[in-house]
Nanobody
């Protein structure tokens, strides 16, 4: 069983930055693939970024060059550094985990564990 808890969301002006954190539990956390998804009101949950246990990273086109995913296995944590934020980045951001990196990281059903989400609001 893996439990995920996100933090770091908040209100920021366009062009600003935020860093989201996701703390995980479980002895095999370091071997898990980790991901970030987001869901805006009235929209489906969408892929943002993922990182394998080998630290291979994957990004949605909409965030490439602005967001960076990283992990610290010693702290059982994964992070999402978000720079040059835009109003369209406003959403609830969710942390996800899977024992193996999904073949298609963008599919939500490929991920086994989810956090409760943290709200990110970007004002224009």
């Amino acid at each position: 069983q893996v439990k995920l808890v996100e933090s770091g969301g908040g209100l920021v002006q366009a062009g600003g930055s935020l860093r989201l954190s996701c703390a995980g539990s479980g002895r095999t956390f370091s071997l898990f693939a980790m991901g970030w998804f987001r869901q805006a009101p009235g929209q489906e949950r969408e892929f943002v970024a993922a990182i394998s246990w080998r630290r291979n990273m994957y990004y949605a086109d909409s965030v490439k060059g602005r967001f960076t995913i990283s992990r610290d296995n010693a702290k059982n944590s994964v992070y999402l550094q978000m720079n040059i934020l835009k109003p369209e980045d406003t959403a609830v951001y969710y942390c996800a985990a899977a024992p193996r990196l999904p073949i298609v990281v963008e599919i939500t059903t490929s991920w086994d564990y989810w956090g409760q989400g943290t709200q990110v609001t970007v004002s224009s």
